[in-house]
Each structure stands twice: as structure tokens, then as C-alpha cells.
């Protein structure tokens, strides 16, 4: 805050022609690589090609236009990146439509489509993200609810060993990606009432501050839910980046590294006593370390995905095969989780490395909103939003690339999935309006009402 | 909250660069060896859509890929299957062995050599075509070998190898039986499974390479080593007199089973001047002599002459050809008749005579003459190497003449050819059990003077009664086959 307050003649420029200018180089990239899709697989440019880049334009221009409305000052990064992200995303989810005769492209455009629709609502009704805070608990308990609902016999659906889908009509669902949405909103309102009290109470041992005992409530019911998830729902991935979240956004609110360190220990706790009670977590630890003895194996369990993903990376080398002259359906589910893989084996590790780049920026744009906030709700969002994405690129990329053991996840707005991706489109219009408040020239001199005593002790510093 | 935050952005980054770490080193330092996994499918269909380059022999392809019409679009076609398929390898849909596999990057066209042609390719659109290999192997050597041993009655079990003592060339490398690598590059995979199973299953081994691949007790061609040893201790020379007799009792026995005798071959009583020793192949002379020089002695001229290491760096597997290295005085015994637990691969032998040829100096064996580009231009040449000084000059020259004088006057002379001086030696092995019969060995080399050739030939079995089973009288023709294919070039 000694920005804003150092800083009082500054004024934000809108900079919105500059988002119209990258969302014009993301919308290339995106009908770019739908045609050359086209091109690689069938060897001509697709014959939808004016209607499916149409609709994008259109998807896209249309987001703009609300984000120029409703939020002018927001920030002019974020849009353009998701945009090529996701056109991205669905060009190869197309070339393997094309190889396996499936249409998963057709819906992720339709699911994109009501993402949209969602993003430019969630702009329109929140024009004030601190509104929010009056949902604090109803959204955890939606949350939690959200999170136990496929456990719920009738509504929950198993799909391949993890239950965290349910069954509405013909679709399934995954609530956790909307709870992950719920439950750093929930968090915030919470953490920012009782920051005090979690900060300042508490002993010093061995040079760190640890939190009080009765302080450790929260914390510990978070790590009972994120075992629960693992535990009934087989998900390791949700169960870790739930838990991530928290603890950082813990951590932020109390500026108390105790937390991280009382929090990183009861997560290696938890994680070294699921591993030893649970099969399915040795299985999956046996196969980060030794995935080539699980390959073709004869009995679960199979390290076959994994493997064909190094097999495919190292074969798509430094630039790729191209689009059409690799072979990512070797992958299964290659159009959901292990999308990496395809796009390291045909578009190479420049690929790879653009992708990644465009989620660091979408995480370093969250970031710096929430640096730049005025209130600490807003911080508090925006940084969990930032820690959402980050867990979940790292735990999913690292968990396929073999960094890490495997753990479920969707890779943001590049997987197939309609949950996830709708869900990720709502963070980036929370982001953005988070953004816009920040970036917002101050109306009048009363001052940012939220911390004046923050605000006092800066002054006194000048 | 700022503070944090920037600690939070750290450690955001952190795991950013984590990943595009892991990324770089799977999709950089680690591709070539995922690449080149056999296991690796994505690699093998896309060998499999593309002309894979030739195995040349001379100016002929042992091995080709030909245009197909079905969804491989080329076919690889072996020439002359049964001849050539214990080098050439295999190239299937599952698997590859043989040259097939330790130059598949050639073949396959991802040598870093190939780099411009490349290029090339992708310039011109292209589809990239493998580089070609071709192989120091001398077609009519080939032949002789081949047709030789194929010629002996009944399903044979055996190999043949020839070097070029001087360079260390392969010149010849036949093993039997063998198999038609084409069935096994079928594009109907189905077959090509059931043939691999078959192959697998039968008792024959036909997938073995023996040149490489198979190591038996090599009998009485290991005296050549144990020859060696005992003039290099500078206690003999050609001319000596050496122990004879008709027996030998091994040294710490007593009664049958530690005594030597010669099978009836004149050994002379005492002492016996070395020629007749080798001539006749003493088995009282060369136990005597071992026992003489010690186990170290020996073991330091076995490893000298390339056992208990590996050495063929362009055909694997290889089999690592042994001699003991713990041995008490009367193993020694054994162990310098080539009995005991020495083991040799046919090649080891080849190597062995090769070295003596060379005036003591092994070659590195190698069987990649030149990798060349799809247009047939040398990318480059293999430049021969020395392997080890086994003996000195002297002591190869002496050893040349003992050979000789097995050849002219002793129990190598089917090996004799009008008008050249030829140097062999002959060995039939015990197997050790009563069900299995011996094993025929026969090495040698011409011209003794200026050697050109190197022969090793190993029968394991053939349909042969088992009193009859002489290395001298089985492998002694077709080495001299060998050896004329090539002085008659």
C-alpha cells in the first residue's frame, strides 16, 4: 500500500486498445492453429474455418467489449493470454477429434461459449468484488457441500477410480473446480475478519512464530477436508491444491511463516500415512519412480500414459512434429489431463515452454493485483485465484511430465472439460474486476477506508 | 500483506522454472534416450513410414526398404536372409537386433551426420530417407564360410569368423542356424508374432549370433594362448624342447581323474622339441607348460588377447568370452588345454589368431566399414584401432612358425592350400556332459608371411558319430574355403 499512498498522482491508463491489440495476436493464435491443424491432419485449411474463427472472434470481442464497459481499468494482459490459451486448447483437442473420430473440440467450444457468457455476467453483477465478503460462509458451505456431493449415491459418478464427478441429465460434472472458486472467496472473507487473531497470538520456538494452539481450528479442519477428498474421493490432485491454497493464503494474511511450516508439516504427515495406508497412492508413487517397469505391464497397475507422454515429449524434441505428424493418441485421455503431452510431441518444447510462460503471466498479472489492491479481501483473492492456477499447472504438468507423481487435475483452459474450464473463465473475471478496482484512479482524498492505520504509519515513514 | 505476497510470487516462480527445467531436460537432454528405447512405438512407426537406408555388402543391399502400398509405405526386404540375418539383424514392428539395431540411427536417418541431408529434406519437402551403412564383410568369404559349414550333414550348429589380422575387419561372420529376418519384417503382425514365438521357442537358438554370442570350451586352440605365455616368459622359443610323455599327472592329484594323456598322438618321452608338440597337439606339453607359467601368467596372456572383456562396439550383444581368474595349479592344467572353465566366443578365437598374424598386436574387431548418406556419399569411415600389444613380435613370429608346421606336417593339414604358407591349429573340446559330443574347432591364417585373412570356425554340433569329431577334419576345409575366397581376390 505505500505504492497507492507514495504514488497518490498516479493514475492507471486504461490501456484497453492494448488488450484489443494482443487479443487480435491470441485470436491468430488460436485460428492459426485450427487451420494448421486442418493443414497437418487432412492436409487442406478446415472448411469451417470462417465460422469457427468467427465465433472465437466473436467470443472473444464480445468479452472485450464488457471488459471496456464494466471494467476499463482492468487489467490488459489477462484476457489475451487466457483467449490464446484456450483457442489453443482447442485446436488440439480438435487434431485429436480428428485422429480418434470424437468431438470433443465441438463441446469445449460450447462449454467455452457459456464460460464466456459466464465471464462478461460475472463482470456485469460484481461491480464490486468486496460484495463478496457477505458470502463468506455461505459459500464454504456451498463449497463443502459441492465436495461431497459426488459421494452422494445416485448424484456421484466414478469415472476412472476417482469420484468427483456428478451426473446431471446427460452431463457430468465436476463440482471441485467450482468449490475451488467458492472456497478461496470463503477464505478470504474469513481470513480477512481474523487475521489478527491468528497473527499475533502464539510462541516463539527455534526463531519461528508458532501460531497458538486453538488458533491451529481452521487449519486443521482444511487438512481433515483435503484427507477426506483424498481418502473417500481418490483424488489426490484436489485434495493437494486445496490444502496449497489455504496454506498460502494463510500465510499472506497472517504474514506468519509458522504457518507454512506447522502447514507443510501436517501435509507431509498426511501424505506419508496415506501413502502408507493406501494402495492407490503407492501404486502411484511406484510409477513416478519407476515408470518403465509399469509399462505394458500385464496387471494394474499401468504406467502406460505416463510413459507414452515421456516417449512423446522426447520424440517432439525441441520444435515438434508438427501438427498431424506426431502420435498423442497413443496418450490416452490425451485431450483432458495429459494435453501436455500432445502439445510437447507436436508443437515441441517451444511449445511447452509458451504455454507455461502464458500461465506465469496469468499468475504474475494475478499477483501484481493483488499487490496493487486497496483492500485485503481483494489481496486475499487475488492471490489465492493466483495460488489456484499455479498449484494446478504445477501438480498436473509436473504430475505428466514426471516431476512429481501423478495426481489428476485438468490443465487450465487447455483440457477438455466443461467444469473446469467455465470455472477458470469466472477467476479470470474475478480477476479482472480485482484488477480494475485496484488499478482505478481513487475517487475522491478520504483515503482507502480499509487499513488507516496502515495508511498512517506510511506517512509517518515519508 | 505485501511482504508475503512477494515471497508467494518467489515461490510461484520457483515452480514455474521447475517445470520448464523438467520439460527441457525431457524434451532435450533425455530425447535421445527415450528416442531411442526399443520399447518406444512412436519411434518404429515412423522408421516404419520412411525409407529406412540400406545394410550394404560389397555394392549389393543385404538389406533394403522397398515401396509398399499398404499403411507402412516401405517394406524392409533382406536379399539373402538365412546368409546374412545373424549380422544383419532383424528390423520388425516389436523389435530390432543386429546391425539393424546398433545403427538404427543411420538407417533411421536421426544420426546427428545426417544433420544437412536433413535439412535438405525439410528444404525440398522431402520425405527424410536413412542413411546407409556398409559393412566389412567380404561377400565371397561370406559364401565360402557359409556354404561350408551349411554343407556339413544333418541340422549344424556352428559359426564362422574372419578378420583382417591387420585392421581388424570382419571379414566373414556365419552362424548356424539361422532364420529369414523378412518373415520376422512382415507387415502382417500377426505372423511376425507367431514366428517370433517360434523362433523363441526352438531349442536350435536360431536367433543366436554364436560369432558373438556363444561361449564354449575352445579346446586344443586355446595351446596357441598357453603357447604364447610360455615363450613371452622367455623360457622357450620356437626351437625349444618342451615336457612330452604320454601322460601328465596335474599337480595336488593322484589317479585317473587328475591324469593327462594325448589320445594316442605321438608325444615323444621327457622332452620333445616344440614343433612335434604343437604338431600333435600335446595335451601333456601344454598342461605342463600352463602349470609352468602359473595361473597369473596365463590369465594376464588370456586378458591380453581380449578375454573377460568386451569389445565390439558396432554389434551387440557380445558375449564376454572367459578365463578363469581363480584357479589352483591343476585348473591351470586344464585351463592350458582350453578345458576347465575357459570359454570362447568365435570370434575371441578369430582374435586370438588375428593378433598372432599381426606380429602381436590385436585389432579392435568391427563390422561398420563406412556410414554413408541416402545419396551414397561416405559420412564417415571407421579407422581401425590397436586393442592391445598381446605378444611381442618375436614371440608372434615364433608362434607363426610352430602354426605352419601344424599345418604342413600335423593335425591342421586340411587346411593346407598349394602354393601358400598357412598357419592353423585344430581343437575338439570336451562339452563335459556324456549326452553332448564335442566341439570342432579350427583356427588359422594366410599367407603365415604377409597375413590377409584370420579364420575361426566352431562346430557345435553336427550329424556327425561321435569318435569322428575332429576340429582338423571338420573345420579345416572350410577355413581353407575362407581363406581362399579372399587370397583370391
Known sequence: MSQSSALMGFVHRRRRGAELFLLILALAVGIGAYAAVGIGVEGHVPVDILGYGGWLAALLVGAHVAVRLVAPYADPVLLPVVAALNGLGLAVIHRLDLAEDTTFARQQLTWMTLGVVLFVGALVVLRDHRVLTRFTYTFGLLAIVLLLLPMVPGVGKTINGAKIWIGVGPFSFQPGEVAKVLLVVAFAGYLVLHRDALALAGRRVLFIDLPRGRDLGPILAMWLVSLGILVFQRDLGSSLLFFGLFLVMLYVATERPGWLVVGSGLFLSGAFVAWRLFSHVQDRVDIWLHPFDYYNAPRPPYSDQIVETMFGMGWGGLIGRGFGEGDPTRITYAEADFIMGAIGEELGLTGVIAVLVLYGLIVERALRAALISRDGFGKLVAVGLAGVVTLQVFVVVGGVTRLIPLTGLTTPFLSYGGSSLVANWVIIALLLRISDQARRPVPDLSGPSEAPDEQSTQVIKL | ?489
Open chain 2, 1 to 489: 500483506m505485501n511482504k508475503p505476497i512477494r515471497t508467494i510470487s518467489l515461490f510461484c516462480l520457483f515452480l514455474f522454472v521447475a517445470l520448464m527445467l523438467n520439460a527441457t531436460y525431457l524434451q532435450f537432454w533425455k530425447a535421445d534416450d527415450l528416442n531411442n528405447d526399443a520399447r518406444n512405438r512412436r519411434v518404429i512407426e515412423e522408421s516404419y513410414s520412411r525409407e529406412r537406408g540400406a545394410i550394404l555388402v560389397g555394392r549389393d543391399p543385404v538389406a533394403e526398404s522397398v515401396p509398399s502400398d499398404d499403411r507402412f509405405e516401405f517394406q524392409r526386404t533382406y536379399a539373402e536372409p538365412f546368409r546374412y540375418a545373424p549380422i544383419t539383424g532383424y528390423f520388425s514392428y516389436f523389435s530390432q537386433t543386429g546391425v539393424e539395431r546398433s545403427q538404427n540411427q543411420v538407417l533411421s536417418g536421426e544420426d546427428p551426420r545426417l544433420f544437412v541431408t536433413k535439412l535438405v529434406d525439410l528444404v525440398t519437402n522431402d520425405p527424410n530417407k536413412g542413411g546407409s551403412v556398409q559393412l566389412t564383410i567380404d561377400p565371397e568369404a561370406q559364401d565360402a564360410a557359409f556354404e561350408g559349414l551349411d554343407a556339413l550333414p544333418g541340422d549344424v550348429e556352428g559359426s564362422v569368423v574372419a578378420l583382417d589380422p591387420s585392421t581388424g575387419k570382419i571379414l566373414a561372420m556365419v552362424s548356424l542356424p539361422s532364420y529369414d529376418p523378412n518373415k520376422l519384417a512382415s507387415h502382417d503382425l500377426d505372423q511376425v508374432s507367431d514366428t517370433y514365438d517360434k523362433l523363441l521357442a526352438d531349442d536350435s537358438e536360431p536367433l543366436l549370433n554364436r560369432g558373438i554370442q556363444t561361449t564354449l570350451p575352445p579346446g586344443s586352440t586355446f595351446k596357441l594362448v598357453t603357447a604364447a605365455a610360455a615363450i613371452e616368459s622367455g623360457a622357450y622359443t620356437a626351437d625349444s624342447m618342451v615336457p612330452g610323455g604320454d601322460t601328465y599327472q596335474l599337480p595336488q592329484t593322484s589317479g585317473e581323474s587328475g591324469l593327462i594323456d594325448n589320445e594316442g598322438r605321438d608325444c615323444g618321452t621327457d622332452k620333445i622339441p616344440f614343433e612335434q608338440a604343437m604338431e600333435n597337439s600335446c595335451n601333456t606339453t601344454f598342461a605342463a607348460l600352463a602349470v609352468e607359467v602359473g595361473a597369473e601368467a596365463m590369465i594376464k596372456q588370456a586378458e591380453a588377447f581380449g578375454f573377460n572383456t568386451t569389445y565390439l562396439e558396432d554389434l551387440r550383444p557380445q558375449a564376454e568370452s572367459n578365463f578363469p581368474t581363480e584357479m589352483n595349479p591343476p585348473q591351470t592344467g586344464q585351463s592350458g588345454i582350453g578345458q576347465f572353465e575357459v570359454r570362447s566366443t568365435p570370434l575371441q578365437m578369430a582374435m586370438v589368431v588375428a593378433g598372432l598374424a599381426n606380429g602381436g598386436v590385436v585389432k579392435r574387431p568391427y563390422i561398420v566399414d563406412e556410414v554413408q548418406s541416402a545419396d551414397l556419399s561416405t559420412l564417415e569411415k571407421t579407422e581401425d584401432s590397436d586393442l592391445s600389444q598381446a605378444v611381442s613380435s618375436s614371440t608372434a613370429a615364433d608362434l607363426t612358425q610352430l602354426l605352419v608346421s601344424t599345418v604342413d606336417n600335423g593335425t591342421a593339414s586340411p587346411a593346407a592350400i598349394p602354393g601358400v604358407s598357412v598357419a592353423g591349429k585344430t581343437g575338439t573340446a570336451q562339452s563335459g556332459q556324456d549326452d553332448v559330443p564335442p566341439y570342432a574347432w579350427f583356427v588359422s591364417f594366410a599367407p603365415a608371411e604377409d597375413p590377409e585373412v584370420a579364420v575361426a570356425v566352431m562346430i557345435e554340433s553336427a550329424d556327425i558319430p561321435r569318435g569322428e569329431i575332429a576340429g582338423g577334419q571338420l573345420g579345416g576345409p572350410i577355413a581353407k574355403a575362407v581363406m581362399e575366397a579372399i587370397l583370391d581376390d
